[in-house]
């Protein structure tokens, strides 16, 4: 792998790389880290964030070759199998998230989007998150992530079989370099950095909801409800905790790498907190004024 001094990868032979980002697993804080990697001309962002993210293949597909071809690193809320439709070697990274937590940020998100496709119709009918789970007007309460990762398109609310768990399993092992965990993030970055060979991996937490710690606990039937419609992402999540136990052991240096990287980040934070994290605050205080201007009657 080809490496230049300001740490971006240069074109050559090497594969490009697909984020495949799953809403609500700190993935907008991983993708400013991933984007690091690469100059701004390899990097092509897949837009799914308000849409359906399957739609994200066919606009894809839609694209000449010559653009299908530049980008090195491709990111966005889409699902597996994009890299059919790029002319070139392909690898995936992911990040996981328990799945309880999951479902929580993602009816919050919805909750206080102004402009995702849920919220009109969550807040308009006052659904709660039980509401919600039961309604099935979102795909993402239901194996979100099994769903993402097998690359299924069309199957129906409630009806996911043990077979899309399995070819969710046999992708992971087939195109995915990495598959981290939200809630093991520093470590996640330790693995892409030796998958990689990447550096400059400090960040800040981005996009981190604002109402995490005001949540009501969820009722004995709504965890009822979040188990029974998402047995396939515990036992994916399962899975990948195993595999990405197993990859931490096979390298001897992890832990030291991990302590170091750590104490590193520590001191990048209160610069990165000016730098980055205020901006993206004002933006989306700016952001929220003008939604609301706009639904005011």
């Not at 993210?53 to 980008?71: G, I, K, N």
């Not at 990274?93 to 309880?100: A, G, I, Q, S």
Request: proline content about 5%; overall charge positive; hydrophobic content about 35%.
């Amino acid at each position: 792998m080809s490496v230049e001094r300001n740490g971006s990868r240069t074109a050559g032979n090497d594969k490009t790389v697909i984020f495949l980002h799953i809403g609500k697993t700190a993935g907008t804080t991983l993708r400013k880290i991933l984007q690091r990697q690469f100059r701004s001309s390899q990097v092509m962002l897949v837009r799914a964030r308000m849409r359906p993210r399957e739609e994200t293949l066919a606009d894809f597909a839609r694209l000449p070759e010559s653009q299908r071809s530049r980008p090195r690193l491709i990111l966005g809320h889409t699902v597996f199998g994009l890299h059919e439709y790029v002319p070139r070697p392909c690898t995936y990274v992911t990040v996981l998230r328990n799945p309880t937590s999951l479902v929580l940020s993602q009816y919050q998100f919805v909750l206080r989007t102004t402009d995702h496709r849920h919220h009109q119709v969550v807040t308009a009918e006052k659904m709660s998150l039980e509401d919600y789970i039961e309604s099935g007007v979102s795909v993402e309460m239901n194996n979100s992530q099994t769903r993402a990762i097998s690359g299924d398109l069309d199957t129906p609310y409630g009806q996911c079989r043990p077979e899309m768990l399995e070819r969710a399993k046999e992708n992971l092992e087939a195109h995915f370099s990495v598959a981290g965990l939200t809630e093991r993030f520093d470590e996640t970055l330790i693995m892409l950095m030796k998958a990689f060979d990447w550096s400059r991996l400090y960040y800040v937490p981005t996009n981190v909801s604002p109402d995490r710690g005001r949540r009501e606990p969820p009722t004995d039937r709504t965890m009822d409800l979040i188990r029974e419609l998402n047995q396939l992402d515990f036992e994916l999540y399962r899975y990948v905790g195993d595999r990405f136990e197993e990859a931490i052991r096979r390298h001897p240096t992890f832990q030291q790498d991990l302590a170091r990287f750590r104490k590193v980040n520590a001191l990048y934070r209160p610069f990165g907190s000016v730098r980055r994290v205020v901006p993206q605050l004002l933006y989306g205080k700016l952001k929220q004024r003008v939604g609301s201007a706009r639904s005011a009657p």
